[in-house]
């Protein structure tokens, strides 16, 4: 058991609590697919119980890692049942993805917190998470299931499609876990490896456009590198991974000079109130990449997973907060702005290139460029 729990990397404590919520029926919809995501979402957040219980002092990175993984996984999993209530036209579809928006929008700002060395609220994340995710699997969730069933949805044909067209991950610890739990197997590890895909799943479910199409332009950009890296560490060898590595380094660095340099001088003209802070936070976003370089350029083995989650952290605490700000602050200076990136443009201070550009429109699902 042990070693199967180290693969799966859930600890013995937390498997235990995910199995008593599950014989109590709490968390089980009859939906295998479903019933796997919810019980790897539920054991998550039970290792981060375990490591904020106050037997010994949390351990940040642990923490940061942990909150990752939940936002991460929560992505695939809310993406999941958006399309299927979408699917089936469950009516109450609005309400229960506006639950979903509020989940990420609390994690997201905990993962920001923890970015900045603030771990004194985690407890209350912690049950923040718990009695949120108890709760809306009990009720909401189990109200879209019933909604199904009543409906005669072909639930079995929606999944298998899913499964056959590879548009959703599943990875083998997962798939080990839900066995465990379940004690059969009905599901197995899948890799969605579409960039296109995975990217529109971030954007929507982190609510990431700020409304300034240059802006959102360039963070599609950055996020299509996050992806390509992240399917590339997981399906690659070491060569080819290398070679996808180098390349969003590389990316990255451009990005950075790019996209910092047109965010600023927007801040700037327009004068947003935060933007010397703002300022700060990319200055330390060009640290972390100089560092993960040069961890690559030393032989660490581990440099483009570590790069990896730096850039989904950077996502989730950093365009999913502070740049949303940036909106909020600049709403009604919106057509000026766009007015400015156009002078921008044709002063050759600013270069839009093509494939960014029908990123965007795919992403964003625009007929054309604009």
């Given amino acids: 058991m042990e070693t199967i ?8 404590s937390a498997l235990g609590k995910v199995k008593d919520l599950w014989r109590s029926g709490s968390i089980r919809l009859d939906l295998p697919v479903i019933d796997l995501q919810h019980i790897w979402l539920v054991a998550l957040i039970q290792e981060l119980s375990l490591e904020t219980d106050g037997t010994r002092s949390p351990d940040a990175e642990k923490l940061k890692k942990l909150l ?26 609005p309400g229960h993805r506006e639950q979903h928006k509020h989940f990420i929008e609390v994690l997201n700002g905990k993962i920001a917190d923890v970015r ?3 771990t004194a609220s985690i407890n209350a994340l912690v049950n923040f998470l718990l009695d949120w ?12 299931r019933d909604f199904l069933v009543r409906s005669n949805a072909n639930l079995r044909e ?40 995975n990217i529109i799943k971030i954007w929507n479910t982190h609510n990431l456009a700020v409304q300034i199409p240059i802006i959102d332009l360039q963070h599609i950009w950055l996020i299509s590198m996050v992806v390509e890296l992240d399917i590339a560490s997981k399906t690659l060898g070491n060569t080819k991974r290398q070679k996808i590595f180098n390349k969003v380094i ?11 340099a047109t965010e600023e001088k927007i801040m700037e003209r327009f004068a947003y109130k935060n933007t010397q802070n703002h300022i700060k936070q990319h200055r330390s976003f060009v640290e972390m990449v100089h560092r993960r370089q040069q961890e690559n350029e030393t032989g660490d083995a581990r440099a483009a997973a570590h790069l990896v ?11 999913a907060i502070e740049d949303r700000n940036i909106y909020l602050g600049l ?36 007929k054309k460029a604009s």
Avoid at 133 to 144: A, G
Avoid at 250 to 260: D, P, Q
């Fill in 331 to 366: 709403k009604d200076q919106l057509s000026e702005i766009q007015n400015y990136v156009r002078e921008l443009i044709n002063a050759g201070e600013l270069v839009v290139k093509k494939k960014q550009v029908d990123m965007y429109n795919q992403v964003c699902g625009l």
């Fill in 133 to 144: 995710l108890t709760m809306h699997i009990q009720k909401e969730d189990k109200n879209y």
């Fill in 5 to 12: 729990l180290q693969t799966v990397g859930i600890s013995e």
């Fill in 68 to 93: 990752l993984e939940i936002s991460d996984f929560a992505t695939e999993h809310f993406s999941l049942e958006e399309d299927l209530t979408t699917r089936f036209r469950y009516p109450e579809h």
């Fill in 158 to 197: 929606y999944f298998q499609k899913l499964v056959n067209a590879r548009e959703i991950t599943i990875d083998r610890g997962q798939v080990a876990l839900y066995n465990m739990v379940e004690g059969k197997s009905e599901v197995g590890e899948i890799l969605n490896e579409s960039i296109l895909s």
């Fill in 309 to 319: 989650e730096d850039l989904k952290e950077w996502l989730v605490s950093h365009i």
């Fill in 250 to 260: 590389a990316g990255t660095v451009e990005y950075t000079r790019e996209h910092f």
């Fill in 116 to 118: 900045n060395g603030q």
